[in-house]
């Protein structure tokens, strides 16, 4: 299929891996994938933080680089929930019911990496091979706005070598929230500090989840802990083959 | 435990409340409280849970809550002005109130009409939002709070912190310490049991005094006139039945259709709630009893609005008011769970007063404007709630509802604002492809004094919260863009 990859300008700019190794997947799968170079950011900072109006050209600029795309694959929950949950918002709030046609058109077509691989292409086994501890942790945007369901534990569970440890209380929030880390920072450090133990619990030596921008906070605070856990992208456990260990 | 006297965003220095960062650093602080509250919080969550596990049709029971629930807002008009008919043909009398101050004015006028100086209250937080008690106590009258928790609450000259368990911070030993000065309870345990006779002790006295008892209301029905008060420990029993004269404050948006609509919402109340299938007492009453004997022979029906009105115009937030005050969005939020109810500043606390407060008081007060920013959009708590209500969208619009009121209203201090600065600057740059590009190049090199070892330590200024628990990483050397012009031979597909 010919699938753009929407990267976000979160990973484009901080997560290159991530990309890189999703175009992997992607192409190992016999996949066609192009990168639309006009992309930038999908808006949601600016929308979840109350700077809407703002918002609104990022918006269209969106719906107008990718709606000649049959699917468009993302390695993030979150920016996906934003466009297929809150873009018919923006289109509201902008009074423009083309716009809102449009957004609508789009949205089913838009994928994070792991309900397209799994919901919509029907793989599970992508040959992967990476032999560590690993624990899971869902996100909450690609669990409650996408409802992804286990579709990224079915992919890890077929990754060869792979020793998976089950997170407790793994559907609590891990506090980053977006501007709300900053914003509500004590509170926010607060739910960190109950993801942190939980993961440090499981003894994996590595925490992965469908979205950087959590894992950015988990591993920033693990980091500061000196934890020896690595965060890691699923993306890249998925792109990992014997070849490559 | 810390006693938090803020001002709240119902009283009237409303617009000095603090902002929900400013007193969620203080409830943090308090680690009896966090311990207090993670247990509670913890123990109902899984309850609810099971109890909700067992009904095969709970999603379909939600979407009828939800569908009733708009209905009433959406012809809440004609649903209250048959509410009136009905209650004032079974024998009772309507009020409406458009505020707090009217609808205070009107209860202490039916208590002193009565020459009560003491009336009973069951647990009722649209008299929290009034500030009834209060202003009672300015006319001579004293009310006795009886449910455990609010009267809990009131010896210790507290505020709620939970919707349904007024008193989910205190651990039962500082209650039973409250209890031996305040009621001069001699040798009492903390055991659960021993607390709460002593508090019925000191209740039974109350109930069979008072002339007037005051109520909330969980429920009206519009076709009948039948007022419905749910509880646990039967002291609201008490109260609507014992003295002769009845009052009940309720917000306008408790009305509901018809009798038949209980169904729908006394299954999913109490399972949301107190993780019960039937709560113990379900009390429900039409006008005044006439032959029987039994309960008041003067009912009273204050119906309030308090800004509920207003709220209506907002054809998106506006599902706030199809709230039924379960708190099952408060005992599953991880806000919520750290921070205790406190830190709302709001009769309303958790998820639902992050929605409810702001739109309530108005947009434009620094305390309740701060509320919609506190949550992460977890999302849980629009998971649990019994009658849909999509909590996280509401949360967001209101951030843009009142980013907009500072933008528009805020004059040159609004537009000079630095995080209104930057976001107009990041928009620009996200709309334009060049700039874009221009920026990821700035921010590598821009970084270099921060970053070590990959990682940033300390960001400076406003982002200084992040790195006071977290190493932010830093921006590596190739963006990803780079990478696929690289290898791709800058194939320029789409438009720019
Ligand atoms: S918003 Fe929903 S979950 Fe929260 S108290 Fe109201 S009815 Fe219950």
């Not at chain 2, 009390?283 to 309960?295: A, K, L, P, Q």
Request: hydrophobic share 40%; aromatic share 6%; proline share 5%.
């Amino acid at each position: 299929m010919r699938v753009a990859l929407f990267i976000t300008c979160f990973n484009d700019t901080f997560f290159p891996e991530t990309g890189r190794a999703t175009v992997e997947v992607l192409e190992r799968l016999g996949h066609e994938v192009e990168f639309p170079l006009a992309q930038t950011c999908c808006g949601q900072m600016h929308f979840n933080t109350g700077y809407q109006r703002e918002a609104i050209p990022l918006v269209r600029r969106f719906v107008e680089v990718f709606a000649p795309y049959e699917a468009v694959v993302a390695p993030s929950g979150s920016c996906v929930g934003m466009v297929r949950e809150l873009y018919p918002m923006a289109a509201e709030l902008a009074n423009d019911k083309r716009l809102l046609y449009e957004v609508e058109e789009l949205a089913p077509k838009v994928f994070e990496l792991s309900e397209f691989l799994v919901k919509r292409m029907g793989v599970t086994d992508v040959g992967a091979y990476y032999p560590h501890h690993v624990t899971y942790h869902p996100t909450c945007h690609s669990l409650r706005m996408l409802k992804v369901g286990d579709a990224p534990l079915e992919l890890l569970r077929a990754v060869r070598g792979i020793d998976l440890v089950e997170l407790r209380e793994a559907r609590e929030c891990c506090g980053f929230g977006g501007t709300f880390a900053v914003k509500n920072a004590d509170t926010s450090t607060a739910m960190l500090s109950d993801k942190l133990r939980h993961v440090l619990d499981t003894e994996a030596e590595v925490c992965t989840a469908g979205d950087n921008s959590c894992l950015m906070h988990i591993g920033g605070g693990l980091k500061r802990q000196r934890a020896g856990v690595r965060t890691v992208h699923l993306a890249e456990i998925l792109a990992s083959t014997e070849e490559a260990n | 435990m810390t006693l938090q006297r803020s001002p709240d965003a119902f009283s009237a220095d409303a617009g000095k409340t603090p902002t929900f960062e400013q007193s969620a650093k203080v409830s943090l602080a308090d680690t009896q409280l966090r311990r207090n509250l993670g247990k509670a919080t913890q123990t109902i969550r899984a309850k609810r849970a099971a109890a909700v596990e067992e009904m095969p049709d709970w999603e379909r029971l939600r979407e009828a809550g939800r569908a009733l629930k708009e209905r009433v807002t959406r012809h809440l008009d004609e649903y209250l002005l048959r509410l009136e008919e009905s209650v004032t043909r079974a024998g009772g009398h309507v009020h409406w109130a458009r505020d707090a101050e009217e609808s205070n004015r009107i209860i202490a006028g039916i208590a002193k009409a009565h020459d009560a100086e003491e009336v009973v209250k069951v647990k009722s937080i649209a008299t929290d939002e009034t500030k009834l008690n209060e202003y009672l106590e300015g006319e001579g009258i004293t009310a006795h709070e009886t449910d455990l928790a609010e009267l809990i609450i009131q010896l210790a000259g507290e505020t709620s912190s939970h919707i349904l368990v007024p008193a989910i911070h205190k651990n039962r030993a500082e209650i039973r310490e409250l209890f031996k000065e305040k009621l001069g309870a001699r040798g009492l345990s903390d055991d659960p049991s021993d607390l709460t006779n002593a508090a019925r002790l000191y209740l039974r006295e109350k109930f069979l005094k008072a002339k007037v008892g005051i109520s909330g209301a969980n429920f009206a029905v519009a076709e009948t006139g039948t007022v419905c008060v749910v509880e646990s420990e039967g002291n609201g029993r008490m109260c609507t039945t014992l003295p002769p004269v009845l009052v009940t404050l309720m917000g306008i948006e408790k009305v509901i259709p018809a009798w038949r609509d209980y169904e729908v919402f006394m299954q999913l109340l109490p399972r949301s709630s107190t993780a019960e299938r039937m709560n113990p007492y379900t009390s429900f009453w039409t006008g005044v009893s006439r032959e029987s004997g039994d309960g008041p022979n003067e009912f009273h029906l204050v119906l309030l609005d308090n800004g509920r009105t207003g709220v209506l115009a907002d054809e998106r937030g506006r599902q706030a008011l199809s709230c039924i005050r379960c708190s099952a969005c408060l005992n599953v939020c991880p806000v919520y769970e750290r921070t205790g109810g406190h830190a709302y500043n709001s009769v309303y606390p958790g998820p639902i007063g992050a929605i409810l407060t702001p739109q309530l008081v108005g947009i434009g007060k620094p305390g309740p404007d701060s509320l919609p920013y506190a949550s992460s959009l977890c999302g849980a708590c629009y998971e649990v709630c019994p009658v849909k209500i999509n909590i996280p969208e509401v949360l967001i619009h209101l951030r843009g509802r009142v980013t907009r009121h500072k933008q528009d209203g805020g004059g040159l201090k609004g537009r000079l604002d630095p995080e209104n600065a930057a976001m107009k600057t990041m928009a620009r740059v996200f709309s334009d492809r060049k700039l874009y590009e221009g920026a990821q190049k700035a921010a590598r090199v821009g970084q270099w004094p921060l970053a070590r070892d990959g990682a940033i330590g300390r960001l400076p200024g406003r982002l200084a919260g992040w790195t006071e628990s977290r190493d932010l990483k830093a921006i590596p050397k190739q963006t990803f863009r780079e990478w696929w012009k690289a290898r791709n031979g800058s194939p320029e597909n789409g438009s720019a």
